[in-house]
């Protein structure tokens, strides 16, 4: 058996939830000589990302989305330690970009912003939860604790979206606009709203969040190189 079917075998058995069956397959690879890396980039994540556009369709729900990427997380921690890695350096392999998340100040609502954040997670993310009633200082002070690339809010109350647009000014009256990404998100939020208040991008859903960062770090990659 060539790498290239093993790399397919590997995508199905994500595409099928079968963490049995991608253990076997990272076995098989082992005993054959093949990259176990490549393995993980070529097969795994590539189903990996297949599910996602599957659950866009509407094929599966999002508790079968996150089981998978529950495995897939497995996976790719199993691989790197069968391959010596430290946590370190595991951190830099798995971890594209770190993203602050928070709802904000007067807002108790946090379960879908808990929801995209473990989807982020799921997605090869450090997210920093900083969880709910967050003020705009708070966010502001964390973001540059943790040196975080993009800033995320969530407000699900009509009044508490004002927040979102004082953290947007705050950022440019300390001249750190330029150095944070955000987004926001929540159910009165709109693309319309993120363009008005000056936010970088709008969210609808964990999956859509996960398409805006994935295009934002990938764009901030290629400026660098």
């Known amino acids: 058996m060539n790498s290239t079917t ?22 098989e690879a082992a005993e054959k000589g093949v990259d176990l890396l490549t393995l993980l980039i070529e097969g795994f994540s ?21 089981y998978a990427a529950d495995i897939m997380r ?77 800033i995320a809010t969530s407000a699900l109350l009509t009044s508490t979206m004002s927040e979102q647009k004082k953290l947007e000014i705050e950022l440019v009256k300390r001249k750190l606009k330029e150095k944070y990404f955000t987004m926001v998100g929540g159910a009165p939020c709109t693309k319309r709203w993120a363009d008005k208040i000056g936010a970088g991008a709008y969210s609808s859903d964990a999956i859509d969040a996960v398409k805006v960062v994935n295009e934002y770090i990938n764009s901030k990659t290629e400026k660098k190189e």
Do not use: W
């Not at 659950?55 to 989305?65: A, D, K, N, T, Y």
């Not at 998340?101 to 379960?111: E, K, L, N, Q, Y």
């Open 6 to 27: 093993l790399f397919e075998k590997a995508k199905y058995a994500i595409l099928n939830s079968d963490e049995e069956l991608a253990l076997a397959i990272v076995e």
């Open 46 to 66: 590539k189903g990996n990302d297949e599910l996602g556009e599957i659950f866009e369709r509407g094929v599966i729900s999002l508790p079968e989305l996150m």
């Open 74 to 150: 497995d996976i790719t921690e199993h691989i790197l330690s069968r391959l010596g890695k430290s946590e370190e350096e595991k951190a830099l392999f798995t971890r594209k970009g770190t993203i602050l998340m928070a709802t904000v100040a007067g807002d108790i609502h946090d379960i879908g912003k808990g929801i995209v954040a473990s989807t982020l997670r799921n997605s090869g993310y450090q997210v920093i939860d900083l969880g709910c009633e967050v003020p705009v200082d708070e966010i502001i002070k964390r973001a540059e604790e943790y040196d975080v690339d993009i």
